[in-house]
């Protein structure tokens, strides 16, 4: 027996002796149950429940890892499994689907032979190991082997070969296995598996043990040198084990760390990260791009992170095998513990359609529960994506583990890469602190931040920092609210109490902040319903006394910390208040906007407050569900409570007396401004108008800043108008925001960075359409601006991208009107745009910016770097112009380079005076002036007002006068125009002989389609490119200049292509040709010259009888032909049977006039009026497939001569009762355009109508129908006849113009044709009294005397003289006689043949002649001979300040003969005429001038800025400009004088509403003195009230038919926003008043009263009209001299007549809702001539209730009104004979059909 045999027998028979229960070889269990030594620290609970001390055995039951075993190289491996993911056995040893085991198995049945060792231990004589196997339905073995150091021999100790005999009932099988080795050794355990069928039949092991005897060969050291729970560093260092894997290298070279570390990049091998779950064909693998097999290339990602290359390392999931329920789990190693601000990184691949979501748990020792760290939900981008993830302070040893799932159709790639762990380590010992502002931790000797104790987190890692702490001042949430409460008034709902994660997907925390964990308790806002944005809850902390001051030495100061998590694609707001009364805010101390990620925020806050205070905590509900914001750990450090209660209101304390201030003495008066630091006085017209007229600015204080960049939250001066205060919580509204308050998902919404900046602190002002509903609109307001500077502009940037972004208008209000000047609609991108409006010379108004709100809430108004540019109004500098500036007529001094520019840049229009500027201009007010649409592109380029009528793009006004009403060139982009499609047009022909010639347009390109535009410079020989845009250049009209040159004659050819999205615009506006620019005297490029034809003599034409005559003896009223050859083409008497009769329509407008016959069945006429049958003509207007209310339609004649006084026009007209239309008569002359007549009542008959039209010259009659529903036509004219128009004897007064000449014979001459060396009368009596004519010569006289006689003077400054000639001076290109009728006199000329090609000679008058625009003329007579390379002649006028203004110019050959010129001369200053020969490239060229003359007119002078006489009685004197208008026509909501002071100071802002009792129910009234009335009838213009209180205090506002006057807001509210369950008009809600019923007495004068889905409405009585058939419309009078219905079709339409008086009531109602009011008034217009008193017999009224007096057509600015139509202001270009063709007034291409 052996000796330690005997030995155990000997102890027990001494223990038997000694009463114990259990002998020797048993163990007494803690409840006296004995149990055998060999089952000992089995993981068999063979005590029931009793714990046994297992700390010296060596036991492993897998869970957590391998516990040090050592896998052997063999060809296969004991794989770590789980009953849940791995094949085999249903439980582990202990019955836990969860738990883990070791297993070997065959997954194709071949051989596997796997190998694992034990750590090495020391030779013993009994050491024992237990273990449970498995061994499944496989041919196999499991051996356990003795492996000795160092001989390495192996000794068998223990085999099992079958298979457990109970498989189902007990599938593990315990053995035990007791040994002995005198070496050092291991144990290694073996698998062998010789064949399976069955790849989940398995070969497995659990809950390994080695007894006391077993003892590890490192231990022997360790007892000997370290004692328990040491780890060997090496080199004979030892360090405690619960510091290894801390974060902190504690080993000499970081041995404690070497398994753990806190950066892997994977390159070096896992780092200690292991796949847990390896058996099931799904887990997680170390590799690299190149190192995975081709099978499975699609599961890795193409690089690894770290290097960026195939060849890097990794971990991604490798899926072999397919199988319903997979998981892979990657598992850290077992970390200490980790410090308070302890995060992780790395990178992670998520990327395939099915790749599926991926988890990071918390798992810390001793807890069952994972806490959740990082999600990751399917398809995240073929990229590697960083992932932060804060671990905080963890004092448990803890593991992070990746669990990846796969249901079977995992297809995809997921991979890890880059883990790093970041201030995971605790702060280390010091011995002492170096701030004063630290805290030395207790036991860990770490030195903290003062304000870092007591915060609910263990900074110190020994809990020291939060020692003797305040529980009052602390609140983890753990336990409730502690002392915070949830406000209860000043709120919408209350803060969440949670545990574990927040219930919403994709936002707010996995866990609280104190604990780390799931089980952790923190404050949440729930953004869920019933929830809506920015709702708001408020926590509200105790009171806390006063702080201490500031740097106060013996007082800590008092803090606030908080941590916060705000995790979400719509997150808001965060906020932190401090108020000192128990209601309210208070002051905002702190805020955070947006995303801020899936992390716990940490905010300290030093509180600063002289009364006792609290702390509010607000979050704000987002735009969307995904918004949860949560709080945790707040605490106070340094606070004091206050055991009361805060005031309800402001403190009774007085508050401390002001300090007086000295007032400056001053003397100014009551109107004007007193300035604040001096007291200077300045006129209140000067206050707010961007000129500093205080020495200290006071008067630009309370003004809208000139620029304003938003930064700090600074509105600058405007002011939000609407919503009026107090705003809603959730109104659609202008507000101020940053790009760091943008929560996430909104950054698609508005830009994360500002436009002055360019970062995301930089602020703008937005309106969030999160709020409001769709067209909600908000106001940003400036105070009113007193005066402007003729260039003002506003320039801003804007930002407007989303899939359902609203509007931005801009307004300009002037009293009681509001101008829309700028607009832009819908998504404009991704970036900041930016946008103009032209503002030019204004008084006494102010800006709007209006935001309009989208659908939905995708997508804001962004405005930013508002600036106010070159607003200053103009200043007399009382110094003269210098010689390179233009004297304005009223003393301003502007830059040259401004002149005829289409901009009033003088603020009196004598820069764009049309006598001054006299080079080819075109405005497109009315035609294409002289551009030519060419007939070889694909599309034409149109006319149009306002914006595109489908899309609504382009210019919200033309650039000419900057109002909705302008003309504008444009190239239509949208269906049916194809991509590509091209419209051109050409100018006039310029000559070669062009200097200084430039070209100055406008252009507005806007869109993401708004095309190409090229100008070409086109020659006989070449097209050049000379621009070229592509695409969106701004949604504002932009100046381009382009220099042209050539050495040939060239024209001007805009191409516009239409882009690729037809959504975009292409429009021109004022194009200007520079007096450089000269006009060829030869043909077009493309039109060859066209011989004349027949037997006539040149210059004259061809009768169709034969006959010949003159071009001037056309369109006269007089048949010279005999066969009115002369006439037919003119637009003459028509009865339409045979054609238009010259009388052209436009072909590019919406509709047109149509030549047609009879139609009962369509709304054109059954019959004509001439024949009166169905086969008849007449013209018509069609209805069309498409178009828009507005849309007109024109026909004119062409230039008449001259007709008599006694000179009618007669017409049938026809307007059908089945369409609604005007139809207008207007005469345009030189200078003005005039209504003549107008019509739009309905009549299915025939009616006659004869207008007076006079003595007229050069005129033209246009005919205007204008729709004023819809698409329809209607419109119809007939048998137009010249009544008496032919001039015969002319009697004294009785010429087209006052100042005309009346020859002895009769005839008529205009002044400027008088005295010209040329008989206009057939009896030259024109010529006849010419004597003291100052500045005429003739030059008849001798060489040295002709400069004094003249009153001439050569110029010193030139290249050479003129000299005096007489015959031909130069060989066959001079004059071979002067202009004199016998040729025998003298002429005045340049002889070239010595000079240099562009050498000039010049004379100027001596005579300097009073100022003057549009009055003087000369006439001179010019010889110009030679080639085409014959130089230039050019007139000048040279004012004091020494600019030359061209006057006229021609150049080229133009004969062997005198030809003749008569120039206007204007300057708006005192001016000298200079007359100016430039030398052509042709030397032996000549040019001569002869017989020189000016108009008496021209030493007079006159009138440069017209000033109207004193306005009479009953008119009103405009304030800015020298007009009258009608009283009657001030404050009536329509501008009348042109700098609309007629409209000012009319009372539009809305008067503050009535303090009225309260006590009527929601939409009632209460009259002040009777019962309550419905809220509808408030401000409806009908006395309702006993005392009429309920239209007192009322706004101004012009509203139409159907619409309600909004007293809360002063705007109309139209009939479909009325009881649509919206409030639109507080306070009274009248628009959602009596929606169900009728008001009693309603319905006024027997209207009758209809409830609809709108509300009630009346059905008026014949003329009858308003909501309530309150307002009586005047009879319609006559507008003709006589109307007669015609006799033959009176008895015909009698029934049709009956049948329309029947629907009266319904009819009128109808038409007065969709009525417009049409004003025929612009005070705008040149003076026109005086028209015939008699006039007045047939103008009559106009459809807007304004009588036109006789007065109103008399000469005088501003007395003649602007009519409504696409005339104005009228051509002022030279006309060019033979080179204008007619081009209507264009508004768009012709869509002709039958209607």
């Known amino acids: 027996m052996p000796p330690h045999v005997w030995a155990c027998l000997l102890v027990c028979a001494v223990l038997c002796v000694s009463g114990q229960p259990c002998w020797c070889l048993n163990f007494e269990c803690l409840t006296g149950e004995c149990v055998s030594v060999t089952h000992v620290s089995d993981f068999s609970d063979d005590c029931k429940n009793s714990k046994t001390n297992c700390t010296h055995s060596e036991t492993c039951d897998f869970e957590e890892g391998m516990c040090g075993l050592e896998v052997q190289h063999t060809a296969h491996m004991w794989a770590r499994g789980s009953s849940l993911t791995d094949p085999g056995l249903p439980l582990d040893h202990r019955g836990n689907p969860a738990g883990h085991y070791l297993y070997v198995h065959s997954e194709n049945g071949e051989a596997v032979t796997a190998e694992i060792s034990s750590t090495p231990f020391e030779p013993s004589e009994s050491c024992m190991m237990t273990f449970y196997h498995h061994i499944g339905l496989v041919a196999g073995e499991l051996q356990l082997v003795i492996s000795s150091n160092p001989s390495e021999e192996q000794r068998q100790i223990w085999i099992r070969t079958k298979p457990n005999s109970e498989l189902h009932t007990r599938p593990w099988i315990r053995s035990s296995v007791t040994f002995g080795c005198s070496q050092e050794f291991r144990v290694v355990i073996r698998g062998l598996i010789f064949n399976s069928s069955d790849p989940t039949e398995v070969i497995a092991f659990d809950d390994l043990s080695f007894n006391q005897g077993c003892v590890k060969a490192a231990e022997v050291m360790h007892v000997l040198s370290s004692g328990p729970s040491q780890f060997d560093c090496g080199s004979g260092v030892c360090m405690d084990d619960k510091r290894v894997c801390d974060f902190t290298p504690d080993c000499p070279h970081g041995e404690d760390e070497a398994l753990c570390p806190a950066q892997c990049d994977f390159e070096a091998g896992s780092c200690g990260w292991h796949e847990f779950a390896p058996a099931d064909g799904f887990a997680w693998v170390r590799s690299s791009p190149a190192g995975v097999h081709a099978d499975y290339q699609h599961q890795a990602p193409p690089r690894d992170h770290s290097t960026n290359t195939s060849t890097g390392h990794f971990m991604f999931i490798l899926k072999s095998r397919n199988s319903f329920s997979q998981r892979a789990l990657l598992q850290s190693p077992m970390f200490q513990e980790a410090g308070s601000d302890c995060t992780i990184t790395f990178w992670h691949y998520n990327a395939g359609m099915s790749v599926g979501a991926a988890n990071m748990y918390l798992r810390i020792e001793g807890m069952s529960s994972l806490t959740v760290l990082w999600r990751t ?50 702060p280390g010992a010091v011995d002492k602190c170096l701030s004063p502002h630290s805290f030395h931790c207790t036991q860990s000797r770490a030195c903290v931040d003062y304000s870092k104790l007591c ?12 020692e003797n702490c305040s529980s009052e001042l602390m609140c983890d949430f753990e336990e409730g609210l502690c002392s915070w409460t949830q406000d209860v008034e000043g709120d919408v709902f209350d803060w969440t109490h949670v545990q574990g994660p927040s219930p919403t997907p994709n936002t707010g925390p996995f866990k609280d902040h104190t604990l780390g964990r799931i089980d952790g308790h923190y404050l949440y806002i729930e953004s869920s319903a019933p929830q809506e944005f920015k709702d708001t809850a408020v926590l509200v902390s105790r009171p806390f006394q ?6 106060h030495l013996l007082h800590p100061p008092c803090v606030f910390r908080f941590h916060y998590h705000m995790l979400g694609k719509h997150i808001f707001r965060l906020a932190i208040y401090i108020r000192t009364q128990s209601s309210g805010r208070g002051r905002m101390l702190w805020v955070r906007h947006g995303n801020q990620g899936n992390l716990w925020h940490r905010k300290t806050l030093y509180l600063n407050s002289a009364r006792p205070f609290q702390i509010l905590v607000e979050g704000t509900v987002g735009d969307d569900f995904t918004g949860d914001i949560g709080i945790d750990d707040l605490s106070f450090l340094g606070c004091v409570p206050y055991m009361g209660s805060l005031p309800s209101g402001e403190a009774s304390t007085p508050p401390p007396t002001p300090t007086p201030t000295t007032v400056t003495p001053h003397s100014c008066l009551h109107s004007q401004f007193v300035c604040g630091t001096y007291g200077e006085c300045v006129s209140q017209s000067q206050v707010c108008d961007f000129r500093r007229d205080c020495s200290d600015g006071s008067d630009e204080k309370d003004c809208v800043m000139e620029e304003c960049s938003f930064e700090g939250g600074d509105l600058c001066g405007w002011n939000l108008h609407s919503p009026a205060p107090p705003v809603p ?9 940053q790009g760091e308050t943008i929560h996430h998902g909104e950054q698609y919404h508005r830009p994360v960075n500002d436009h002055t900046l360019a970062t995301a602190v930089g602020w703008y002002v937005y309106a969030d359409s999160s709020n409001g509903g769709y067209g909600h609109t908000s106001d940003l307001l400036t105070p009113p601006i007193a005066a402007t500077g003729p260039q003002c502009t506003m320039g801003f940037w804007y930002y407007m991208n989303g899939f359902t972004v609203g509007t931005l208008q801009v307004f300009i209000k002037s009293g009681n009107v509001t101008q829309e000047v700028w607009y832009e609609t819908g998504n404009q991108g991704n970036w900041w745009m930016r946008g103009e409006v032209f503002i030019g010379i204004r008084h006494n108004f102010q800006v709007i910016l209006r935001a ?40 301003y001094c502007i830059p040259h380079g401004n002149l005829c520019d289409f901009i009033d840049h003088c603020g009196d229009g004598s820069d764009e005076n049309r006598y001054i500027c006299k080079g080819f201009r075109c405005n497109f007010e009315f035609d294409l002036c002289s551009w030519r649409q060419l007939k070889n592109d694909s599309s034409d380029w149109l006319i149009n007002s306002e914006r595109m009528p489908i899309l609504r793009t382009g210019p919200p006004t033309d650039h000419t006068s900057h109002s909705s009403s302008g003309h504008y060139l444009y190239l239509e982009s949208f269906f049916p125009l194809a991509s590509g499609a091209t419209a051109q047009i050409v100018g006039v022909l310029l000559s070669h002989r062009s200097r200084d010639c430039r070209m100055v347009f406008y252009l507005h390109m806007s869109g993401e389609g708004a095309g190409t535009l090229n100008v070409y410079l086109l020659t006989s020989s070449s097209h050049s490119l000379l621009l070229n845009l592509t695409g969106h250049q701004g949604n504002y009209w932009i100046r381009q200049e382009v220099a042209l040159f050539s050495s040939e004659h060239f024209q001007i050819m805009f191409e516009g292509k239409v882009g690729r999205i037809g959504k975009g615009d292409i429009c021109l506006d004022d194009i200007t040709f520079s007096p450089g620019c000269l006009l060829s005297n030869t043909p077009d490029l493309d039109l060859p010259t ?30 010279n032909c005999g066969d009115n050859t002369d006439e037919k083409d003119c637009g003459t008497s028509c009865s339409f049977e045979h054609g238009l009769c010259g009388w052209k329509s436009s072909q590019v407008e919406h509709f047109g006039w149509n030549l047609g016959t009879g139609s009962a069945q369509k709304i054109r006429p059954p019959h004509d009026h001439t024949l009166m049958n169905e086969n008849g003509h007449f013209i018509y207007l069609a209805a069309t497939p498409v178009g828009l209310k507005g849309d007109k339609a024109h026909m004119r004649s062409s230039v008449w001569k001259e007709s008599s006084t006694t000179c009618k026009l007669s017409f049938w007209y026809y307007i059908s009762h089945k369409a609604t239309g005007v139809i207008r008569l207007f005469l345009k002359m030189q200078r003005e355009v005039k209504e003549l ?45 010249f009544n008496d128009c032919t001039r015969s004897t002319v009697h004294p007064g009785s010429c087209p113009a006052a100042t005309d000449f009346v020859c002895n014979s009769g005839g008529c001459v205009e002044s400027s044709l008088v005295c010209d060396s040329k008989a206009d009368c057939s009896d030259t009596s024109d010529e006849m009294d010419c004597s003291g004519l100052a500045g005429s010569c003739d030059f008849n006289m001798a060489e040295e005397q002709w400069e004094a006689s003249c009153q001439l003077v050569q110029d010193q400054d030139d290249d050479f003289d003129w000299q005096m000639g007489r015959g031909r001076q130069l060989q066959e290109t001079g004059p071979s006689a002067d202009h004199s009728p016998d040729g025998a006199g003298s002429y005045l000329h340049v002889n070239s043949a010595t000079q240099q090609e562009g050498d000039v000679a010049r004379v100027t008058t001596q005579l300097e002649f009073p100022a003057s625009t549009g009055v003087c003329y000369s006439a001179l007579w010019f010889h110009m001979h030679g080639s085409t390379h014959t130089g230039t002649l050019k007139v000048y006028t040279v004012g004091r300040s020494g600019i030359p203004l061209q006057m006229w110019a021609t150049s080229g050959n133009h004969g062997d003969g005198w030809n003749y010129a ?21 030397r032996r060229a000549s040019i001569a001038i002869d017989d020189l003359s000016f108009t008496r007119e021209c030493a007079m002078g006159g009138s440069v800025t017209p000033t109207p006489a004193t306005c009479g009685p009953g008119r009103f004197q405009c304030v800015h400009m020298p007009a009258c208008v009608p009283e009657a026509w001030r404050c009536d909501g329509e501008p009348d004088c042109s700098d609309l002071s007629d409209e000012e100071g009319c009372g539009s802002e809305p008067p503050t509403t009535p303090s009225l009792p309260t006590t009527c129910p929601a939409g009632q009234y209460p009259c002040a003195h009777g019962p309550c009335i419905p809220a509808l009838l408030r401000c409806d213009t009908v006395d309702d009230c006993p005392g009429a209180d309920d239209e007192r205090s009322c706004p101004v506002a012009q509203c139409n038919g159907g619409e309600l006057v909004c007293e809360g807001t002063g705007s109309c509210v139209s009939h479909n926003r009325r009881c649509d369950h919206t409030v639109d008009c507080p306070p009274f809600n009248s628009d959602e008043s009596s929606c169900d019923e009728c008001p009693q007495g309603y319905c006024l004068n027997a209207g009758i009263c209809v409830v609809g889905s709108n509300g009630p409405m009346c059905i008026c009585e014949s003329l009858w009209s308003g909501n309530r058939c309150q307002v009586q419309q005047k009879p319609p009078t006559p507008t003709t001299a006589s109307v007669i219905p015609d006799p033959d079709t009176v008895v015909v339409y009698t029934a049709v007549s009956v049948a329309a008086i029947l629907l009266a009531v319904i009819a009128a109602t109808v038409l007065f809702l969709l009525r417009r009011k049409h004003a025929a008034k612009d005070p705008r217009l040149i003076a026109s001539e005086e028209l015939d008193t008699s006039a007045c017999v047939w103008r009559g009224e106009f459809p807007d209730g304004k009588s036109r007096a006789c007065s109103a057509f008399k000469p005088g600015w501003g007395n003649n009104r602007r009519p409504r139509i696409s005339v104005y202001p009228w051509r002022e270009e030279p006309e060019f004979s033979g080179m204008l063709s007619f081009s209507n007034p264009l508004y768009k291409g012709s869509r002709r059909s039958a209607d």
């Open 1237 to 1281: 007549w107008m019509e739009q009542t309905t009549m299915p008959v025939w009616r006659r109508a004869e207008v007076p039209l006079r003595n007229l010259r050069n005129f033209e009659l246009i005919f205007e129908a204008e729709r004023a529903r819809d698409v329809s036509g209607g419109a119809a004219l007939d048998d137009l006849e």
């Open 546 to 551: 006063p702080t201490p001051p500031q740097g």
């Open 1462 to 1482: 008569n120039v206007v001369l204007s300057n708006p200053l005192h001016f000298w005429v200079s007359f100016q020969a430039e030398v052509g490239g042709d």
């Open 852 to 891: 309009k709100r989208g659908i939905s809430y995708m997508g804001d108004v962004v405005v930013d770097d508002v600036a106010f540019i070159d607003c200053a109004p103009l200043v007399l500098s009382g110094l003269p112009c210098t010689k390179h500036e233009f004297a304005c007529a009223n003393g």
């Open 729 to 737: 919580l959730h109104a659609f509204r202008w507000q101020t925001g």
């Open 1090 to 1119: 066209t011989p004349p034809s027949g037997s006539c003599p040149l210059g004259l034409l061809q009768c169709v009888s034969g006959g010949c005559y003159k071009a001037d003896e056309s369109c006269d009223f007089t048949d």
């Open 455 to 466: 915060d609910l987190t263990d900074d110190c890692g020994d809990e020291t920092d939060e």
């Open 377 to 426: 939900l399917y398809h995240q981008g073929n990229f590697w994506q960083p992932v932060t993830v804060q671990i905080g302070r963890q004092s448990r040893p803890f593991q992070i583990s990746v669990v990846k799932l796969s249901l079977g159709v995992y297809d995809g790639v997921s991979a890890l890469d880059d883990i790093n762990f970041h201030n995971c380590s605790l």
